[in-house]
DNA sequence: TTTGAAGATGATAATGGTTCTCATTTGCAA
DNA sequence: TTGCAAATGAGAACCATTATCATCTTCAAA
């Protein structure tokens, strides 16, 4: 199941739409994992379906909700968005070239969790967002 | 040297001018450590001081690129200012009462250097928010 | 298959945080 | 005290995002 089903509108709630569809496909095609609403919203006009910014917006929101998407809040103001994968990872965003990679370690991930315990925390979710640069060559990675 | 000193602002290249004192004197009252923009301008209000928010919104700015505040990036827009005591730490945010608690752990730190070295990156900065709710009674923290 | 109403869309206005513009004021070295 | 570069403040401008609302779709029921 990577192309979109209707299931998976269906299945959160949502009437299966053509923005929707699009939308979904967009991520699922895979090209870039990581886009803001702007990005998403040009990219499907590039693929010549008329959409409207307020709907990407909209729909990218309902996605989130639904837990097909994750919504992320990194520097520069504008949140971006990533298909749900159902695996928890945290990013390093190189500060040149805006690329972004995952990580998962699951060390990190249990110390969180024991540093806001002890603090009488009960964690709902956390951001670790790594900002650096592409170390090798001129910025090995894509833009 | 808790009171603000002129020297602070020249020692960070900036002249030392009435917004900008009283803003310092601000932060290093301590009573609120993690200000936005908003809150700045309108605690200055309160105290009397007749400012612009144009020029608090530059002074932040200012005062973060002089190393003398540090800003986060939370979840929900509006980024965040406390003065910088040098020494790094995290975050965990309650979700709740916005109650902002810091923390640091040696072990987080070490690793995340780790993962970024290790996938060719060389660490700008980064910022790990853990969300969060105040666990018992009816937060005990303030507002 | 047609139909109708709830829900979705899209153009545009509105919002909220932040930055820019520019005329006026201030800090400070000479 | 003076002169000017730098700083300020009021308001316009900006940008990402959300709200409004008239029109258009989807889909279940007939």
Chains 1, 2 share one sequence.
Not at 113 to 142: M, Q, W
């Amino acid at each position: 199941m990577d192309k979109p089903q209707p299931d998976d509108l269906k299945d959160a709630g949502l009437k299966s739409t053509v923005p929707r569809l699009n939308i979904l496909a967009l991520f699922k095609s895979g090209q870039e994992r990581h886009m803001s609403a702007e990005d998403v919203y040009k990219q499907l006009l590039a693929n010549g379906d008329d959409v409207g910014l307020a709907t990407v917006y909209r729909v990218l929101t309902q996605f989130e909700q639904a837990g097909l998407l994750v919504r992320h809040y990194f520097e520069g103001g504008k949140s971006v968005f990533e298909l749900n994968q159902g695996k928890h990872h945290d990013h390093i965003v190189c500060l040149q070239c805006g690329h972004v990679e995952e990580f998962y370690d699951a060390a990190i991930e249990s110390r969180q969790e024991k540093v806001a315990t002890e603090r009488g925390f009960a964690v709902h979710n956390h951001s670790l967002h790594i900002y650096a640069d592409c170390v090798n060559k001129a910025c090995p990675h894509k833009h």
